[in-house]
């Protein structure tokens, strides 16, 4: 991991977006479409963390963007070309747009300043959103990635980050998949070669030095 100046270096407010993953009622709510992966992100802290996170970026002047994964009622537009989405369509939660399902979950606060940001098809909420426009009219260099899951989307995430020449930020106890063995691996083989790891403490510490006035 990263030193705390060569962390507080890549953190800078000015070029620093944090991007929350599916963060939503419907996901990681009380009432998810996918309970096993809501008891982990709240069970294991990752939901909290994020919402540390969240407010931590608001104090300091971090850009935040949430990025959601949602669905006509219809279906229209939405992908059917694999295990997942056939799934999912299945399942007796949908996300649908416009219902609570795909409302950022407590306790994560959104302010008047975040971007939410929806998407309608595939796994990546980069890949074909409007997230790398904004990123990069913003300025961002480092994109901090947050949420669920370490199954599919957060690793999704980091390579389109990555691959588009941002430098991905991971605070690993800020993320969560299933099983609960399955993201330490994932984050110990996949994403220690490509993004920085870091903790929520480590973040933290770094965030609370550029708190606005």
Known sequence: MPSHEQLSELLDPATTVLLTVECQQGVVGPDSALPELA????????LANVARLVAA?????????????????????ANRNARLFRA????????????????????????????VVRRLHGLSPIQGTDV????????????????????????????????????AVV??????GVPSDYTPAMI??????????TTTADMLACLSRRKRA
């Open 171 to 176: 605070p690993t106890d800020a993320i969560a």
């Open 132 to 167: 790398d426009p904004l990123l990069r009219n913003l300025g961002c260099r480092t994109l901090v990635v947050t949420g669920v899951s370490a199954n599919v989307a957060i690793p999704n995430a980091v390579f389109d980050a990555v691959n588009r020449g941002y430098t």
């Open 88 to 115: 999912a369509e299945r399942l007796p939660v949908q996300q649908l747009s416009g219902t609570s399902a795909v409302r950022v979950a407590a306790p994560i606060e959104v302010s008047e300043e975040d971007f």
């Open 188 to 197: 110990r083989n996949t994403l220690a070669l490509v993004a920085t790891l």
């Open 39 to 46: 008891k982990e992100a709240r069970s294991s802290g990752t």
């Open 57 to 77: 970026a608001h104090d300091s002047g971090v850009q935040v963007v949430h990025a959601i994964a949602e669905r006509r009622p219809d279906g229209r537009g």
